[in-house]
């Protein structure tokens, strides 16, 4: 989990001052990482810290520390005792107030550091160490308190999501996929009526020809095809093999996939390339719905990314 500085500043320009609240340190087990957070506004939430009794003290504190124009708190809940949850660790959770003026001070930055209340002094050399790698390596710490500071990485969109159909299934995937963190989505049609109300943060794009911005897409981003048009479909294939892609899913039956494989090998390209694609998406398993397929895809990317990460890891050490 990271510092999501977009959402954050969405927040704050339609609410006024919220309050974040972050999970700083987790000891045995607990409803969520460090790192996760939510933010808190007089007359409503968004996202999680776990849920249950632990989130509803939490908010309850937040909205006082707006009325009370607090800056910061840090409170450490023990589950079981404190809050009747059956997880039985603790959480310390950091409760900070945000503005467009402190979002200002940590713009352009690639990690957020701050003094946790009731420290005083200098920022430890722990802590200026980490921000130097951070901006020398582009090395990203987990967030943790070092030394009284809390250090946290703002979010970067670890993967491009680019999505080829604003229909049903379309408007699911981006439903389901919007929330996710790490993901950068860009949602592409043929005209602006084909699109509902395009969710903030999403990408749209519009060409009367969608093929014509394969060209566009970063050669390691995710691609799932889904427009209106199987000659659409087996024209945005065609040029993202030769484009180059981290995966790239299309929708569609065992019939339409049997005659792409054969219309793509006569566009020339190699067997073991055209297999690289993934037909149908999702799982069908689930069903056909547009909500169905949209989990069932939702699980095989992030299936794709804690398999990468696992791997990156294993390469590292």
């Not at 969520?32 to 009794?53: D, F, K, N």
């Not at 946290?152 to 229909?167: D, F, Q, Y």
């Not at 050669?219 to 199987?230: E, G, K, P, Y």
Request: aromatic share 6%.
């Amino acid at each position: 989990m990271s510092f999501d500085h977009a959402e954050l500043a969405r927040a704050v320009a339609a609410h006024g001052a919220v309050i974040r609240v972050v999970v700083a340190d987790v000891a045995g087990s607990a409803p969520r990482e460090a790192g996760a957070a939510m933010l808190v506004w007089a007359c409503g939430q968004e996202g999680t810290i776990g849920g249950g009794t632990l989130e509803y003290e939490a908010a309850a504190k937040a909205r006082a520390m707006l009325a009370e124009d607090r800056s910061a708190a840090l409170d450490r809940m023990p589950l079981g005792p404190a809050l009747n949850q059956c997880c039985g660790g603790a959480v310390t959770l950091l409760s900070e107030h945000w503005d467009q003026g402190l979002l200002a001070d940590v713009a352009g930055e690639t990690v957020v550091a701050r003094p946790v209340p009731g420290t005083q002094g200098p920022m430890p050399m722990a802590v200026a160490r980490i921000l130097k790698r951070a901006r020398g390596e582009g090395f990203m710490p987990a967030p943790r308190i070092v030394q009284g500071w809390f250090v946290e990485p703002l979010t970067r969109p670890l993967r491009e999501l680019w999505i080829w159909g604003a229909g049903h299934v379309g408007r699911a995937i981006i439903e389901v996929m919007r929330p996710l963190p790490g993901f950068r989505l860009t949602w592409i049609d043929t005209d602006a009526s084909r699109f509902p109300a395009v969710p903030e943060g999403v990408v749209q794009k519009i060409a009367s020809n969608p093929a014509d911005l394969v060209i566009e897409a970063p050669q390691d981003a995710d691609h799932l095809v889904l427009t209106f048009s199987h000659t659409l479909d087996l024209d945005l294939c065609h040029r993202l093999l030769a484009h180059g892609f981290q995966s790239l899913g299309l929708i569609g039956s065992d019939t339409k996939w049997a005659r792409f494989r054969s219309r793509l090998a006569a566009l020339g390209h190699a067997p073991e390339r055209i297999a690289d694609i993934r037909c149908p998406i999702g799982n069908p398993d689930l069903g056909k719905h547009p909500q169905a397929i949209a989990v069932g895809v939702a699980a095989e990317l992030i299936m794709m990314k804690t398999a990468k990460a696992r791997t990156k890891k294993e390469c590292a050490g």
